[in-house]
């Protein structure tokens, strides 16, 4: 079955270190989405792809990157981590196309910075 | 710019009365609307959505969502509820740009009391 994957699914690291988070869809859909989610904020889109090489900002891009170089994977990089990413990241992805199409989630990855 | 309000972080119901989740939007032009259900420590699955058509939406799980246009909202409802639909459930929004981006609302937890 096709499925969306992230790891680590827990990782604690220094403030100051740059950290990547990986995520690994097999529905080879085309856009891909990462969002933090975080105590009365709800989910925040932090930033999201509608395809190979095509990257854009979310609303809480800032300290963020990713990149695209195939379809199935957008990893997540923090350059220089802070507390205020301390954070539970969640990967998501969808069909391309004019279509209304929901978005499949992974697990999340719980990010706790010291 | 969309924007959605869930007003209540959270609804206590009984087992087997009914329950509703309430949700209001804001969005240029015509929109297309979400409900989520998250169990602990797992991602967001997707329960229904909104297009266009008939207002009453049937989702999985015996769920469904009203949408009333004049009062801009999309209330998740359940005509019995279950100890097992205790769970944080969110609601989204999109518009009809093409783009396929989803703002969350801040989630709503559900408990059901035996």
């Known amino acids: 079955d096709a499925e969306i994957t992230q790891s680590p699914r827990h990782k604690i690291t220094e403030t100051g270190r740059q950290v990547t988070l990986a995520c690994h869809q097999t529905w080879n859909h085309n856009n891909m989405f990462w969002y933090r989610q975080d105590l009365g904020h709800g989910l925040r889109l932090i930033h999201y792809s509608y395809g190979v090489h095509d990257t854009n900002k979310g609303e809480v891009s800032d300290g963020y990157s990713v990149s695209r170089s195939n379809t199935e994977d957008l990893p997540l990089t923090l350059e220089s981590a802070a507390s205020s990413q301390t954070s539970v990241y969640f990967c998501a992805s969808s069909r391309p196309g004019q279509g209304v199409y929901e978005q499949y989630f992974g697990p999340g990855t719980r990010l706790t910075v010291t | 710019a969309q924007s959605v309000a869930q007003p209540e972080d959270q609804v206590n119901v009984a087992e087997g009365n009914p329950l509703t989740v309430k949700c209001t939007y804001s969005?240029?032009?015509?929109?297309?609307l979400f409900w989520y259900v998250q169990y602990p420590n797992r991602g967001l699955q997707f329960l229904l959505k909104?297009?266009?058509?008939?207002?009453l939406v049937k989702g999985s799980y015996g769920f469904e969502a009203e949408f009333n246009k004049s009062q801009t909202s999309f209330h998740l409802k359940k005509p019995s509820a279950l100890v097992s639909d205790s769970a944080l459930y969110f609601c989204?929004?999109?518009?009809?740009?093409?783009?396929?981006?989803?703002?969350f609302g801040t989630g709503t937890r559900l408990l059901v009391s035996p």
């Open positions: 989204a929004v999109r518009d009809d740009t093409g783009f396929q981006k989803l703002v």
């Open positions: 969005v240029s032009g015509n929109p297309y």
């Open positions: 909104y297009i266009t058509g008939d207002n």
